[in-house]
């Protein structure tokens, strides 16, 4: 998001930066939300207010038109059920803006020996041992070097996963192979390094 402390922001801008604000979404998403409004507002050569459902049912052709994921189809119906919901405060129009159905796919799922020839392919033993980690307890990157010493309970083989995604705190399975070979404190190490290095 940009700088709003030394730019000049409209204040239709400034009003929904506020309402973001205030309802403590993450500044990944309200990037993304602002990003979709002015890429709408663009759209159209006028401000947002000024435009209405049909505005936004064309939009939305357009996109899908342009090849825009699904993924990405959807933040930017979710923003603009945001603007206009919450910012606006024209509770009729959000309702009426559909999501994309997402086609259904199945995942590639490897076969342990895959998993297995993957991992020992990996030369560092630290990016394997994080890799193994995030593997085995199904976490994401920024969750495996955020892991503590104080977030293994091995009593009953669980790890607390703190401040992932969307600021969750959550509690996961810890594969006993992890606790018996040591990676996870492989991956500390790691992580106390990393925080130190940020730090």
Request: aromatic share 8%.
């Amino acid at each position: 998001m940009a700088d709003t402390t030394t730019t000049a922001v409209c204040p239709l801008r400034r009003r929904m930066i506020d309402d973001m604000m205030l309802r403590n979404l993450s500044p990944a998403t309200q990037r993304s939300y602002l990003h979709a409004v002015t890429k709408f507002s663009r759209y159209f050569g006028r401000s947002p207010d000024r435009l209405g459902l049909e505005d936004v049912r064309t939009f939305q052709v357009y996109l899908v038109l342009q090849g825009i994921s699904w993924p990405a189809l959807n933040q930017t119906v979710c923003a603009l059920r945001f603007f206009y919901g919450v910012t606006l405060n024209r509770g009729e129009i959000p309702g009426r803006i559909a999501y994309a159905r997402m086609p259904r796919k199945l995942p590639a799922v490897l076969s342990a020996d895959e998993v297995v020839r993957f991992l020992e392919a990996v030369p560092s033993l630290k990016a394997r041992a994080a890799l193994t980690t995030a593997y085995a307890a199904g976490l994401r990157v920024s969750e495996v070097v955020s892991l503590k010493v104080g977030d293994i309970d091995s009593d009953r083989m669980l790890l607390q996963v703190r401040n992932g995604k969307g600021a969750k705190d959550r509690t996961v399975m810890l594969s006993a192979q992890l606790l018996d070979i040591r990676i996870i404190q492989i991956v500390l190490g790691m992580a106390t390094y990393c925080q130190r290095t940020s730090g």
